[in-house]
């Protein structure tokens, strides 16, 4: 226990050093949400059968926030945490940890934990902007968004480490995360809005774990309810990635 | 506490590991005693690295048997927690990670807390404190990664090629680094292809070419046993041409041959044939100002040992 918080203590550290990433992960989502907030408006959108556009009956503001918060996880665990740890493992700072009884399971656990507290940071910073700005409401309630949040958070620090163990090099490590995300931004709901999509982006866009982690945290958000089976996707999503994650690391070993 | 329960603290016994087609380490066996500085000596490729990294619980033997302290290291690496230091080759910290942070992690990993400002203070490392380790010269860098072997006060330690790369100063600096980690006791496994380093560093080589160990000795005694002869050189005063100059050397005891290149003679011959030539050389009134001898070196055993050199 006293090696695992020193250890997250120390990454979280190492993470805040490179400003470049944390500016991205943390700054993108929040100047995205304001481009969106400022053309689709914070209004109430009145059910009107003429336009497409339904923003799921609340206001686009409503219906961004949430999925920016969802967001923010997913940017911290594809473009900060994949070239972390691909640079890690090429560099042997896994074998010199584990070689100085420091286990490999000690540090993706230190992994996980900053992953939780650097989105939940991105995720704070946004709905703090949102209310700043555009007066933006409380929740309709609290513990159904820190569920779908929690649960998504843990998607992506597995998809993460996924990527930080399969990709052959840090660059690529960084690429594909980068690109990943910004697909995920768009075809996930958290770029145009889900209604004027076409079924192909809709299609490529349910095969993205971040649509399933907005839908849950809006759903929630908003006052729709649990809904379990977008939670059960992303957990699925958390549990596979993470199983292979780990399995990975062990063959590399 | 350092009275090791386990005597011998090392036991290796062969040890085979393949990689692929490729056979690492094949068939080797050996033992370190408490306190002892042990050598792997070897060119690259020869299974040095992958036979401490078995030792280090960082790589599955094919077959036979490891064990450091009398525990096997992969399969209870908890019970060696902060009793094992290691300096692994080629490997690196977080560029963004500071020399404290560093030492304070790794001795986090102990089971008891340590102090790790002495290690700071020891290692020279006390002005670079805040220093992250991407603006490490590559001594620095060296001195810091062999200091997180040692702040755990670990009872052996396995330091792998840490003079590579290092200027001749730093090299003798982390020679006397080592002297001074085997003055308090702790046994030292080290890895190397530096003839200078082995010989005068190590209480035991072990040779090892093509992953095998091909002898195992004090280098003094490999020294012995695999070379020959001692070299008596200096330079003749009498011109060049005249040939009946120093063949009566030949017949000076502990002499094996004679040999004239130009002005040089070199003298060929066992023991204590250098006092014997300074005789004869003496006795004919000849003084030359540059006889000197060359002994044989752990690097010329080497070479008649394994058939090539080290690069």
Redesign the interface.
Known sequence: M??WR??TW?EL??FV??PLTVVFAIGFPLIMLFVLAEVFGTAPVEPDPGDPIAFRGVSPLSYYVPAYVALAAAAVGLVMVPAHLA??RE???L??F??????ASTVFAAQIAVQYVLAAAGGLLIIAAAYLAYDFPAPEAFLGPLVAFFVTATAFAALGILLGAVMPSPRAAQGFGVMLFFVMMMLSGAGPPVDVMTSTMQGIGKAMPLWHGVIALQDAWLGYGWNWGELGIVAAVAVVAGALAVASFRRR? | MRTTEVDPVIVVDSLRKTYGATTAVDGVSFSVKAGEVFGLLGSNGAGKTTTVECLEGLRKPDSGEVRVLGIDPLAHPERLRGRVGCQLQESHLPDRMRVWEALDLFAAAAPRPVDWTEVLEAWGLATKRDAAFSSLSGGQRQRLLVSLALVTDPDVVFLDEMTTGLDPAARHTSWELIEAIRARGTTVVLVTHFMDEAERLCDRVAVMDAGRIVAMARPSALIEAGAGAVRVKFTSAQPVGEPAGVDWLADVPHVHGVERRGRTVEVTGDGPVLAHVAGALLARGLEPSDLRVERPTLEETFLKLTGHGLE
């Open positions: 006293r090696l020193k250890l120390e550290k190492l050093r490179e640079a890690y560099r042997g700072v074998r010199r584990r070689a100085a009884s420091i286990p070993a």
